[in-house]
Each structure stands twice: as C-alpha cells, then as structure tokens.
C-alpha cells in the first residue's frame, strides 16, 4: 500500500508540473498582444527617423545653394531675371536632388511684383527675391524653400 501511495504522488506531481496546449496558447496570446504594438511603435519610429534625416538633408542642400548666391554679386548673368513676370527659374540635378533657383525682381517699396516688369538692367528695381526648392526624385522627405531678398 505505501507503493501504491507514493507512485499516485508522483502522477499527480507529473500533471501539475506540465503545461498543457491551452495554456501555451494564452501564454502565446498574451506575449503577441503586449509585442505587436511596441513593435509598430518601433517601426514608426524608423519611418520617422529616416523622414527626418531626409528634411536635414533637404534643408542642409537648400541652405548651401543660397550660401552660394548669397556670394555672387547682385548683377551676376546666373541670377539676372529682366523680360517676365515670372523672373527667371533654372532647374539642374545634384546627386539624388532636384534644386530650383527662382530670382523675381521685387519693387522695393511695396515688396510685390512691380506692375511694368523690368525688361533690363537699366531698368532694374535693386531688390530680387531668390526662392530656392530642394527635393529628392522619390519624394521621400518632402520638400524645402528658402527665400533670400538680394540688394546691391
């Protein structure tokens, strides 16, 4: 009869020392449940760090072709803009970018387009707003504008 005793006890400790199928499975529920959103979380988090590392770049670019026309001198023929009202606009590629330089010559006095648009430098209203946009061919990080007004 001791026999008997002893070997149910150890059945019986068996059984509560096992982890049935079900219980896995909550276990499993469980773990995925509290995982999928820090895991989204995480994965926002990269999009946006990648994002915002693309808008320095952008930012970066755009700041350095202003720093060049900033250099050049007021009637220099690469940001001359007489004939239209549009003013003059380039467009030219730099490694994954596209920059657009836009120089308008501004009336001085109202800081608007003036209504008879300079046809020359005789004419010229000495004051030009350069609007430069820097974006990447695939889009990713938007776009950026800088502006600089240019006097002599």
């Known amino acids: 009869m001791v026999l008997r005793k002893n070997r149910s006890n150890i059945n019986q400790t ?6 049935t199928l079900i219980e896995l499975l909550v276990s499993l529920v469980i773990i995925s ?3 999928v959103p820090i895991l989204g979380f995480y994965n926002y988090s990269l999009k946006e760090t990648n994002i915002k590392h693309q808008q320095t770049q952008l930012r970066f670019l755009a700041s350095e ?5 900033i250099s050049l001198p007021y009637f220099d ?13 380039s467009f030219y590629e ?3 970018y596209i ?17 008879i648009y300079p046809v ?5 209203t000495r004051l ?18 800088m502006i600089y007004l240019k006097s002599p």
């Open 14 to 19: 068996r059984k509560e020392l096992g982890v």
């Open 33 to 35: 449940v509290i995982l």
């Open 65 to 69: 072709e202003i720093e060049k026309i």
């Open 77 to 89: 023929r690469s940001i001359e803009a007489y004939g239209s009202f549009a003013g003059k606009t």
């Open 94 to 96: 730099k490694d994954d």
């Open 99 to 115: 920059v657009k330089v836009n120089v308008i010559l501004l009336d001085p006095a109202t800081g608007e387009v003036p209504e």
């Open 120 to 124: 020359s430098r005789e004419q010229d």
């Open 128 to 145: 030009k707003r350069i609007t430069v946009s820097v974006a990447r061919r695939d889009r990713v990080g938007g776009q950026v504008d």
